[in-house]
């Protein structure tokens, strides 16, 4: 996926991490909230195997998203679809977070906004995998 800053985000680039994929847009609610303890969670664990990567789904221009992205500081890549790509359907609700573990499955998926102690316990079990 093309990232915000003009780089690719490719999720093979991360196998042997945690990953941690976060749909979220400028216009949800749950998204501003849940939003900071992403933001805590990856400088904590980003060093110890996590990766996250937000998934903007905002239609339009992206200047929405980069003043966002610079309001929270956000220090995780944010990655933008492509229109009509896989993401836009099958999405219970926004934001939708994806956990995947080192070998690239599919181990939870979150819809709605998640307290950073709960996506913690979460990605904790699965760095600890071997």
Same mark, same amino acid.
């Not at 900071?36 to 996250?52: F, V």
């Not at 937000?54 to 933008?80: C, M, N, Q, R, T």
């Given at each position: 996926?093309?990232?915000?800053?003009?780089? +690719?985000?490719?999720?093979?680039? =991360? #196998?042997?991490?945690? $990953?941690?994929?976060?749909?979220?847009? +400028?216009? *949800?609610?749950? *998204?501003?909230?849940? &939003?900071?303890?992403?933001? #805590?969670?990856?400088?904590?664990?980003?060093?110890?195997?996590?990766?996250?990567?937000? $998934?903007?789904?905002?239609?339009?221009?992206?200047?929405?998203?980069?003043? !966002?992205?610079?309001? !929270? =500081? %956000?220090?995780?890549?944010?990655?933008?679809?492509? #229109?009509?790509?896989?993401?836009? !359907?099958?999405?219970?609700?926004?934001? &939708? +977070?994806?956990? $995947?573990?080192? =070998?690239? #499955? %599919?181990?939870?998926?979150? $819809?709605?906004?998640?307290?950073?102690?709960?996506?913690?316990?979460? %990605?904790?079990?699965?760095?600890?995998?071997?």
């Amino acid at each position: 996926m093309a990232q915000l800053d003009g780089g +690719t985000w490719r999720m093979g680039d =991360h #196998r042997g991490q945690v $990953v941690l994929v976060n749909y979220w847009a +400028t216009w *949800c609610g749950p *998204c501003w909230e849940e &939003t900071p303890g992403l933001i #805590r969670l990856s400088k904590k664990l980003g060093p110890k195997g996590l990766a996250i990567v937000g $998934v903007a789904i905002d239609e339009g221009s992206s200047a929405k998203v980069k003043k !966002f992205v610079d309001e !929270f =500081h %956000v220090p995780y890549p944010i990655a933008l679809p492509v #229109r009509m790509s896989q993401i836009e !359907f099958g999405m219970a609700g926004v934001p &939708t +977070t994806v956990l $995947v573990d080192k =070998h690239g #499955r %599919v181990a939870k998926t979150y $819809v709605g906004a998640v307290r950073q102690a709960d996506f913690a316990e979460d %990605v904790g079990v699965l760095l600890g995998e071997q």
